[in-house]
T-cell receptor
Framework: AQSVTQPDIHITVSEGASLELRCNYS??????LFWYVQSPGQGLQLLLK??????LVQGIKGFEAEFKRSQSSFNLRKPSVHWSDAAEYFC????????????FGTGTKLQVIP | KAGVTQTPRYLIKTRGQQVTLSCSPI?????VSWYQQTPGQGLQFLFE???????NKGNFPGRFSGRQFSNSRSEMNVSTLELGDSALYLC????????????FGEGSRLTVL
């Protein structure tokens, strides 16, 4: 069965500092991988996705993520965090087609301090 | 293009009642998925519909049901509400079933008293 682990429940960074959010997945084949962001009281917005090809993917709002097959990881990074990045971030994994659901991690809540 | 619309945004019910939530997907999207989000359990998959057919179902009791109409709009129903059903219910649409990119609505916040 597919699963996603986000080991950090809560992270605090200073504005302007770099950010890395960790995500590990378990899946039998090359998965589809996603990062979503959720602001308080809102739905989820897609930041970026990996389907195939270049393992470093660029997303919106200056985020990027790197797929590392050998480590089963898909960590999210941003070189300089802005106060508006404070939100909850979810990593998700889905299958290569077929009628299966997308599985989400438990989320990492990001706090940005001035 | 309009996004995913969920109604109502907020509702309060009492134990034993039932509730129906509605989701209008992005125009042209035929896949609609439902998720329950709670602080303790995170995002839990409820079910997915594609072209009016339920394609996938999560581990929820039979009190949770859904349907999809020919215009791709979807409803989910929870009968005999329990306190533990209090949650944010999120609907997501996609242009294909399975692992397509999901576009989420803002959710329906259900409180059961």
């Amino acid at each position: 069965a597919q699963s996603v682990t986000q080991p950090d429940i809560h992270i605090t960074v200073s504005e302007g500092a770099s950010l890395e959010l960790r995500c590990n997945y378990s899946y039998g084949a090359t998965p589809y991988l996603f990062w979503y962001v959720q602001s308080p009281g809102q739905g989820l917005q897609l930041l970026l996705k990996y389907f195939s090809g270049d393992t470093l993917v660029q997303g919106i709002k200056g985020f990027e993520a790197e797929f590392k097959r050998s480590q089963s990881s898909f960590n999210l990074r941003k070189p300089s965090v802005h106060w508006s990045d404070a939100a909850e971030y979810f990593c998700a994994v889905g299958p290569l087609g077929g009628y299966q659901k997308v599985t989400f991690g438990t989320g990492t809540k990001l706090q940005v301090i001035p | 293009k309009a996004g995913v619309t969920q109604t109502p945004r907020y509702l309060i019910k009492t134990r034993g009642q039932q509730v129906t939530l509605s989701c209008s997907p992005i125009s042209g999207h035929r896949s609609v998925s439902w998720y329950q989000q709670t602080p303790g359990q995170g995002l839990q998959f409820l079910f997915e519909y594609f072209s009016e057919t339920q394609r996938n179902k999560g581990n929820f009791p039979g009190r949770f049901s859904g349907r999809q109409f020919s215009n791709s709009r979807s409803e989910m129903n929870v009968s005999t509400l329990e306190l533990g059903d209090s949650a944010l219910y999120l609907c997501a649409s996609s242009d294909r079933t399975g692992a397509g990119e999901l576009f989420f609505g803002e959710g329906s916040r259900l409180t059961v008293l």
